[in-house]
């Protein structure tokens, strides 16, 4: 029986190497764009978890994940106090389940607090959302508060972020803020914990548009850093039109005029560049270079 399969026109020689064509799932790449898809997608007011710590900026919703009930840092704009609140406390007013620890948004604007980046420093302000505007401070004693209109070294707070997602909070004393129990029962927020344990882990949410700012941030900040790309022609036109300009060479441009030398054909090469540079020192300052790299 004849075999109706379309052969290849491709020349193969004795001996070559057969490459396989490796065969793509249709959910391979699929996936991956998809994944950046749905986070480019994502509606700008959208809650996250911060990634990283210079994330951290804008509305800022900051709970603890206690037992049985999740707690949220709340302030009370009318006694301008700090409110530890249980997220659950409305749960036996319905019968409706309580949602996972990590799809809890916040409720009510004295849930959200405002986070600020110090200019040239990993630290940044807490302060209220609602109100005045008050800075989360804490004193030498590990005393946290809520009531100063001024920031200093005493409102600054360095985010740590842990490897399971979770946010510690150091102070300028570097203690860090936990949620302790008072005297009575009473809940309240101290700032003089010597090491991150439960009580000083908290789980922190932002806003995605804030997140993504971030990241843009970052990148433009990786582009000003960058060390420039030296781009031949162009300097050559630049500084070689007052007749003593200094050539420049990337490292693979030596390379390639020191491998033309080596087969012999260094005369084309040398011409081939003169003739991009169009410039009359070209050729000359070439030569030179390659005689001195040797």
């Not at 710590?53 to 009370?76: C, K, V």
């Not at 932002?206 to 971030?214: G, T």
Request: one cysteine or more; aromatic letters at 8%; glycine letters at 6%.
């Amino acid at each position: 029986m004849p075999d109706d399969r379309t052969r290849s026109t491709k020349l193969k020689f004795k001996g070559e190497k057969h490459l396989k064509k490796r065969k793509r799932l249709d959910g391979d790449e699929g996936e991956r764009r998809g994944s950046k898809r749905r986070d480019e997608d994502k509606d700008p007011e959208m809650w996250v978890f911060p990634e990283q710590a210079n994330e951290l900026r804008g509305p800022t919703f900051i709970f603890h994940p206690s037992d049985p009930s999740p707690l949220s840092i709340n302030f009370n704009s009318t006694t301008n106090r700090i409110v530890i609140y249980y997220l659950d406390k409305s749960k036996n007013e319905d019968d409706s389940e309580p949602k996972p620890i990590m799809e809890r948004i916040p409720t009510d604007v004295a849930q959200v607090w405002v986070t600020t980046r110090v200019a040239g420093s990993p630290t940044i302000n807490i302060r209220t959302g609602t109100g005045e505007g008050k800075f989360l401070s804490c004193d030498k004693h590990g005393l946290v508060s809520a009531d100063r209109d001024a920031r200093g070294p005493q409102e600054e707070w360095t985010p740590v972020i842990m490897p399971d997602g979770m946010v510690a909070f150091m102070n300028i004393y570097e203690k860090y803020l936990s949620v302790d129990e008072a005297a009575g029962g009473t809940l309240q927020l101290r700032g003089d914990s010597d090491e991150v344990g439960f009580r000083e882990r908290f789980w922190v949410k932002i806003q995605n548009k804030y997140k993504k700012e971030a990241h843009e941030e970052e990148r433009k900040w990786k582009e000003v850093t960058a060390s420039p790309r030296i781009n031949e022609s162009s300097t050559n036109q630049l500084y070689q039109t007052w007749g003593a300009g200094k050539i420049v060479l990337s490292k693979d441009d030596k390379k390639e005029l020191k491998q033309a030398r080596k087969e012999g054909r260094l005369s084309e090469a040398l011409l081939d560049r003169r003739a991009k540079l169009k410039s009359p020192m070209s050729y000359v300052s070439l030569f030179c270079i390659i005689i001195q790299s040797n």
